[in-house]
């Protein structure tokens, strides 16, 4: 004898705020396909699933989205949010269907009539009645400053339509970019060079060896005078504790220099644009960098003639050899600290 309706009905509502409740449980956001509820082993029958699916899409607490060529799945709504739902009229319902779709990077109104076959003021009186009510809000593009964008008001959108840090209402702040850029450039510079202490006085020449950072330097005496050097003098080659994206991001989110944390991809675009200056350069295949000139470089960045800051000027062909514009060309000699024959710009230059 076959069961009742009433049973059927009784049976089905069971099963699906036990699927419900059960789908609840995972993690907000969590995407379900047909045979994903089924392996949750609460409704083995796809038909009887299929009912169970249909009654919690009426009930707005499942909603479905497209995956692939063919396929949907399936996600949860919380019940406060269903119950908000269930006030919308068709549509706002479907209005508010393509916004939901476009995630943090929103939807262009244009593309929000072309969608839904709307009328245009069809379309503008939905999207104010679904802002007043709290549903969407109103975002600027970077991209596309003109455009009237929309999107769910509980997001925040994505740093391709704001711009991340470098902007500010949708413009670009250059002279924040500026400042972080001289910045992240002292503290390459830094760490790029030491001071080796004066050596005492003597008419004989002779090597004094000075160990910085675990690394041994010899370096030729030639001063008469006693106490600290005021020469800066680059680590040798075989030095490698050049600062990493990760301490100069770290020393950046640490300095209150700027209230906007800042991410590795963030300082990854600063040096991108120290590196390109020719202020820096990549060293240990890349992953740390180091100063190119012993000399202030935020100084050196706001000069608009080398010469003003007695470097040499470019454009001829000594100031193209890296002997013509090194910072230590005086103590390079043959067991010095710095010589021709170690000298890896020198190497690198001859490579070219």
Not at 11 to 33: H, M, P, Q, V, W
Not at 58 to 74: C, N, P, T
Not at 297 to 316: H, S, T, V
Request: with cysteine.
């Amino acid at each position: 004898m076959a069961p009742s309706r009433s049973k059927d009905r009784q049976s089905i509502d069971e099963l699906k705020d036990a699927l419900y409740a059960r789908c609840s449980s995972d993690n907000a956001g969590t995407e379900y396909t047909t045979e994903d509820l089924v392996g949750l082993g609460i409704v083995s029958n796809k038909e009887i699933l299929l009912d169970c699916t249909s009654k919690l899409l009426e009930e707005r607490l499942f909603k479905v989205s497209k995956q692939g060529a063919d396929g949907f799945v399936f996600s949860v709504v919380k019940r406060e949010d269903a119950a908000r739902y269930k006030s919308l009229n068709p549509d706002e319902e479907m209005v508010f269907s393509h916004i939901e779709a476009s995630g943090q990077e929103g939807i262009w109104t244009r593309s929000i009539k072309t969608r839904t076959n709307l009328h245009q003021s069809v379309v503008l009186k939905t999207l104010k009645s679904l802002e007043q009510k709290g549903f969407i809000k109103a975002i600027s593009n970077v991209k596309f400053p003109t455009r009237k964008i929309y999107m769910l008001a509980s997001l925040s959108p994505s740093e391709d339509v704001t711009g991340g840090p470098w902007f500010t209402d949708g413009e670009l702040d250059a002279e924040f970019v500026r400042t972080l850029c001289d910045l992240t450039a002292t503290f390459i510079h830094s760490r790029s060079f030491y001071r080796p202490p004066a050596p005492s006085n003597s008419k004989r020449r002779r090597t004094a060896t000075t160990t910085t950072r675990g690394h041994t330097v010899e370096q030729p005496i030639t001063a008469t005078t006693t106490g600290t050097s005021t020469t800066l003098l680059p680590y040798p080659p075989t030095y490698t504790t050049y600062p990493t994206l990760r301490e100069i991001l770290a020393w950046l989110n640490t300095s209150g220099v700027t209230e906007v944390p800042l991410a590795e991809e963030h300082v990854r675009q600063l040096t991108d644009i120290l590196y390109y200056d020719n202020r820096i350069e990549r060293v240990n295949d890349g992953k740390a960098f180091r100063a190119v000139r012993d000399n202030p470089p935020a100084a050196a960045a706001a000069a608009d003639d080398q010469e003003d800051l007695g470097l040499p000027g470019r454009g001829n062909a000594f100031t193209e050899a890296p002997c013509g514009r090194c910072p230590v060309f005086g103590l390079c000699e043959e067991g010095g600290p710095v010589s021709a024959s170690t000298c890896v710009y020198f190497k690198e230059w001859l490579e070219r």
